[in-house]
Nanobody, 122 residues
């Protein structure tokens, strides 16, 4: 059973922080790449961060320097630490797993969760 369960979303003011968590099944966590994408109202999916099985990370230009992705190998959990949040970060955030980092940045995912809402007020 492949499962990705996100948590940690909520309402925060501009400049605030949130940490999203993604509890993954072993099969999902063993994917070659994991990451987070977001989708705002009327917008396309926007990949924000990925992490390879070896721990290499990549970030979208809009979140570089503000977001940090990490993996807890003991708990099969992927985190997204979001600092200096802006209203344009408002979206539903999804945890995803894929075959490679490149395919994830091409918005092709093997597995994804139900999403967690992040709302940043101005």
């Amino acid at each position: 059973q492949v499962q990705l369960v996100e948590s940690g979303g909520g309402l925060v003011q501009t400049g605030g922080s949130l940490r999203l968590s993604c509890a993954a099944s072993r099969r999902a966590f063993s994917s070659n790449a994991m990451g987070w994408y977001r989708q705002g109202p009327g917008k396309q999916r926007d990949v924000v961060a990925t992490i390879s099985s070896g721990g290499s990370t990549n970030y979208g230009d809009s979140v570089k320097g503000r977001f940090t992705i990490s993996k807890d190998y003991g708990n099969n959990t992927v985190y997204l630490q979001m600092n200096s949040l802006k209203p344009e970060d408002t979206a539903v955030y999804y945890c995803a797993a894929g075959s490679t980092v490149a395919t994830m940045w091409a918005r092709r995912f093997d597995y994804w969760g139900q999403g967690t809402q992040v709302t940043v007020s101005s």
